[in-house]
């Protein structure tokens, strides 16, 4: 460790500290390195792969490529083994899981009786709920209380227009905020969009849901933007407090008047 | 210039200048015989970087970093999600070829019940560990799916698909759109009622695509209603096309990754 790391330590440490990477000897040992800590045979070979590799650097130098650093955290092995030890505690449950709840089979298909549920799976719930969005189309007054689009038309692209939203928010979003803290904003609109998607799955099952249809259909579009406008409210004021942190020397040095 | 082969580094006069013993010199000729054609230096190499790296400190996490530690190490399992996701996507796969002996995708017209019924009923009660294994690879897409939409809420909250990754968010949101495409069409394999009309839904939904409807739901349901061309379709998706596809995709969404390094947790 060389003396700059030392002293940085002990002082407080703010955004952009280094990866913090630390080898036990600073890095890893060069090839002659190596080859001073052999003898006989594996000297040799050592030796004549630090001559091999002399010769590869000189050929390196001589080309135009250039190699460039990228900047981020690395994914092997250091992310890996911590993700290994969670990941495989996780896949005992899943055999758990499976052990102790087995699905059932209901009865076969029959295409002369409805049944009286018809759902998809959980995950489709939200997209199920967008196609009952009948009733927020528009009737235009133009077309003589027409609509554009039917019903189920108005369902699918509602579902085009969320994947769209989703697939374009690294385009608007950007920065080098990474917290919800630092981005108050895009934290609340995040939480809007999960409650969104809960509502919204909430809502294809309205026929199950002991609350009135028409309740249900405005708390789909009211609760997101309540618990937005909560997260936004305290995402600003959790980030005076982070700012104060980060900019606690300044005004240390410069106390306010 | 000459036709006659050069030693371009003059291994030779390097060996000569050395006063090698018999047994050195003939072991360096053929290492550097195998060398010359294998490139053995760039795997020893590898595994010995390897071997050097393992022994590294782990890296100081966030929490060391920003002074919380003790607080934090809870967060860890969102940071796991993606591999979590991939490894129950495996479990999946593996269960899901098993269960591809004894299942046939036949919905033929029959007054009790199809032939894919059939065969889900035979794994469940005849079939040995054939009910735990539908168990298991049921779980095991639920859970898949599930974990794959908690990895991009965490994705979102930590801003890690900002700039450099902007490519990856993307192939992120085809990956979950066919994790999900993944889970309908299997969905619909039992053919039992919720499967039937599931399958109703979704024919009706592509019949609503403005223009094109009609032969969306021609080639994805093979009919416009749910009907054994729809079964067989769904269960070629689901073992043949989607599974390729989105392999390739996971490897290529891994592989940028690896390459970019984990957006730096934060």
């Known amino acids: ?257 | 210039m000459s036709l006659e082969r050069k030693d371009d580094h003059d291994h030779k006069a390097w060996m000569e200048s050395r006063d090698l013993s018999r047994i050195e010199g003939v072991y360096l000729m053929t290492l550097m015989w195998l060398d010359k054609r294998l490139r053995i230096v760039d795997y020893l190499e590898l595994l010995e970087d390897l071997y050097y790296k393992v022994n590294l400190q782990m890296p100081k996490s966030h929490t060391e970093q920003y002074g919380l530690d003790n607080k934090f190490w809870y967060w860890y399992p969102l940071y796991a999600l993606g591999s979590f996701s991939t490894l129950a996507y495996i479990v999946a796969a593996i269960s899901g070829a098993l269960l591809g002996f004894y299942y046939t995708p036949g919905a033929g017209v029959s007054e009790t019940s199809s032939m894919a019924y059939q065969q889900i009923e035979f794994i469940m009660v005849d079939l040995n560990f054939g009910f735990f294994l539908r168990s298991l690879h049921r779980w095991a897409a639920q859970v898949m799916v599930a974990a794959v939409f908690l990895h991009m809420l965490r994705v979102y909250f930590t801003g890690a698909y900002k700039e450099p990754r902007e490519l990856n968010w993307l192939i992120g949101i085809v990956l979950i759109s066919l994790t999900m495409v993944f889970g309908y069409t299997g969905y619909l394999l039992p053919w039992d009622q919720l499967a039937f009309w599931a399958g109703q839904i979704g024919v009706e939904m592509s019949l609503s695509i403005p223009l094109i409807g009609e032969w969306v739901a021609q080639l994805m349901f093979g009919g416009f209603t749910p009907n054994p061309a729809t079964l067989q379709r769904m269960y070629i998706l689901h073992v043949f096309f989607l599974p390729f596809i989105v392999t390739a995709l996971i490897a290529i969404h891994i592989g940028i990754v690896w390459m970019q390094g984990i957006a730096e947790p934060h």
């Open chain 1, 1 to 257: 460790m060389t003396e700059e790391t030392d002293t940085t330590d002990t002082e407080e440490r703010t955004d952009g500290g280094g990866t913090g990477i630390v080898p036990p000897d600073d890095e890893t040992p060069t090839w002659s390195e190596r080859k001073a800590r052999k003898e006989g045979l594996p000297r040799l070979t050592y030796e004549y792969f630090e001559r091999s590799r002399r010769e590869d650097q000189d050929l390196r130098q001589q080309s135009s490529y250039v190699e460039r650093d990228v900047l981020g955290f690395p994914a092997w092995p250091h992310e890996m083994i911590r993700n290994l030890a969670i990941v495989s505690f996780f896949t005992g449950l899943i055999i758990m899981l499976a052990a102790t709840l087995p699905p059932h089979i209901g009865p076969p298909a029959n295409p002369s009786q409805t049944p009286e549920v018809i759902l998809p799976d959980w995950y489709l719930y939200w997209s199920f709920g967008l196609l009952k969005l009948g009733f927020l189309n528009p009737d235009l007054a133009l077309l003589g209380g027409e609509q554009i689009m039917a019903d189920r038309t108005y369902g699918v692209v509602a579902n085009l227009v969320i994947v769209g939203a989703i697939a374009v928010v690294p385009f608007l979003n950007k920065g080098s905020a990474r917290r919800p803290v630092e981005q108050p904003f895009w934290g609340a609109v995040g939480v809007a969009g999960v409650v969104f998607a809960a509502t919204i799955a909430g809502l294809s099952v309205k026929n199950l849901l002991p609350i009135n249809a028409k309740l249900t259909q405005d708390l789909t579009f009211l609760l997101p933007f309540v618990f937005g406008f909560i997260t936004y409210a305290v995402l600003k004021s959790m980030r005076e407090g982070y700012m104060f942190n980060l900019n606690r020397r300044y005004y240390r040095l410069r106390p306010p008047k």
